[in-house]
């Protein structure tokens, strides 16, 4: 089946890798039985064991990899040959129902081998990487320029019986035919040659991009020495350090790695202002250092390659062809939205570092405010403001109980169960999983993996990925999705303590896990996630709401000594600071989304990165005292794939909707109203790609999204 938008290797929130497609299953898996029951390789084979069958984690070798993709590939390309070249005349039931069959063995691989380049990358597996990422490419255009297949894909969208389809399986069928005219299925010989180069040499450097960062995330570092170099750090980031430093082999020190979670607490406690302004470099530069792992000269290819195929598929720019299937339907929908933002969001960082100043001033600092400063200096912002430490939180927010809070709020909203599933293999150690219950049947639903914490290897982030998506074509498939996080391990047999930030995002990604758990579709292209761009980050931002609803607090939020609930005093704050700082983590990620959509609109012209970053943020009138959330040289979700790229735009236009979609609730009986719920579930959750986002919104609103509530969430003046 065609995974332009791909299910099992949509990495949701951090990045999804190239997009493969792939094809073939009922035909496969009974063939796999009978015809080739020595194949040796474990990874081709069916997936066993509970549960319907659960991945081979416990099989994987590296070397394995490379044969059981060239297999699958094969077995594929065969089968959908199969369905291209029958006589018979083409029909939704002979030409789509067999290509969403398709490709059960390539899923299967493909699934362990993005698991692995995301959360297992060594040396060894990027050789692998390097070699397949073209052959995948290929491998992908070879089917949507599959002619004889496009022509049977088109019968059956063009024909007259399609009326007689189910709302469902029309919607399948425009998506077939639209994404295979999206991918130059209607090009001529010499286009489409010139197409699939393109997508091997944007595999290639989208690999080598993303291998870059990798490396400088997990080679480079930052060693403390000294109690005085520790100097207003917490408990809790001083163990964090530690521990880093025992896996870097520094044993006696403290070691800052070079990733946000590690970074952030860092940059919010040190009072030492030049260990600040070291580590905020030593981060902001990744990608940007010059030598073997520089990704500037990367982005020019990346960005002249994407503008050459967009014109080969004949759109203006990358960002036209991207937004065409999305919610926002053009750049300019999503530009003026980011716009209508920017201005309020500016307005309010000025503010807040009006504030800053003012402390500094007070304290005799004798500074002015520079971008390694702001963290640390909002933080005693909030405290002056509100009498709001975030260290006063974190004793409440014990990493465990989070996961409990998480699943009673499922339990709530969507009458599920989590219980520990012990007897599946896992591809580390560190990871955990649960099945996933209906709570009055009892039934199965599906398998959660949460894999929390930070390695060499993992990327750096927060994501969550399915490994199987929940379909009825070939029976009744359950799914299996899975969470992905980068905490640091604090003291053994001590509970890990997280910030509220953390704890929100915890919620964000089991949203999307819950949007893969609720799916109850029939076709697997229109399953679980797999929905428009701007639409899938809908769901997970709406789930972040329940972090701080008092029921999860007075259950869940409880003290890691005494076991006590945080007091109701402590919330309070909590809630009176909840527009605090939303000026800059706004334009932190807006002048971000705004950069990725203005250089996707660029055409062929060639940038220099370095220029163009610079050039663009003076023109957006970008506050000096902030640097990007994503600068160019490491903005994975744009460069590690066309995942997000013209696409960063989607989580304030998701944010919109979710604003939006929680005054459902709190304009109900709030947030745990049952009936809104099953609405939520009903229209939203359960619906997958089988309809238009915009009606299915509507369906469950009852009219279209507007954006004050987002505007009101922010703080920000309309
Ligand atoms: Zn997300």
Known sequence: MLKLITRSLMLLFVFALTALMSADKSLTRVAHANEFPADPNPLLAEWVGPYGGVPPFDKVQVALFKPALESAMAENLADIDKVARQSAAPTFDNTIVPMEKAGAAFDRVSTIYNIWSSTMSTPEFQVVQREMAPKLAKFGDQITQNEPLFKRIETVYNSPDKKKLSAEQQRLVWLYYTNFVRAGAKLDVQAKARLTAI??????????????VLFEEDSQFVTLKSEDELKGLPQSVRDAEAASAATKKQPGTWVIMNTRSSVEPFLTYSDRRDLREKVWRMFIMRGDNGGEQDNNATITQILQLRAERAKLLGYQTHAHWRLENAMAKNPDRAMDLMMQVWKPAVARVHEE????????????????????????YMEKVRKAKYDLDQNEV???????????????VAGELFNFKLTPATNVPVAHSDIRVWEVTDKTSGKHVGLWYFDPYARAGKRSGAWMNAYRTQERVNGEITTIVSNNA?????????????SWDDASTMFHEFGHALHGLNSNVTYPSLSGTAVARDYVEFPSQLME??????????????????????????????????????????VEYLAA???DMKLHLLGDKKIDARTFEKEALAELGMPREIVLRHRLPQFLHVFSS???????????????ITADAFGAFTEGGGPYDRKVADRLRKYIFSVGNTIDPADGYRNFRGRDPKVEALMKKRGFSS
């Open 199 to 212: 997508n091997q040499e944007l595999a290639t450097l989208f690999t080598k991009f993303s291998n870059n």
């Open 353 to 376: 570092v009006r504030d800053m100043q003012a402390l500094a001033d007070k304290e005799g600092a004798g500074i002015k405010i520079e971008p390694w400063d702001y963290r640390y």
């Open 394 to 408: 974190k004793p409440y927010l014990q990493l465990d109980k989070l996961v409990e809070a998480i699943h009673w």
């Open 486 to 498: 980068n905490f640091v391990k604090g003291k053994p047999g001590e509970p890990l303590l997280i």
């Open 545 to 586: 709401h329940w972090l701080a609803t008092p029921e999860v607090l007075q259950k869940f939020a409880v003290h890691y000594q005494t076991g006590k609930p945080i007091p109701q005093a402590l919330v309070d704050k909590i809630n009176r600071s909840r527009t605090f700082n939303q000026g800059f983590s706004t």
């Open 593 to 595: 989304a705004i950069l």
């Open 642 to 656: 066309d995942g997000y790229s013209a696409g960063y735009y989607s989580y304030l236009w998701s944010d919109v």
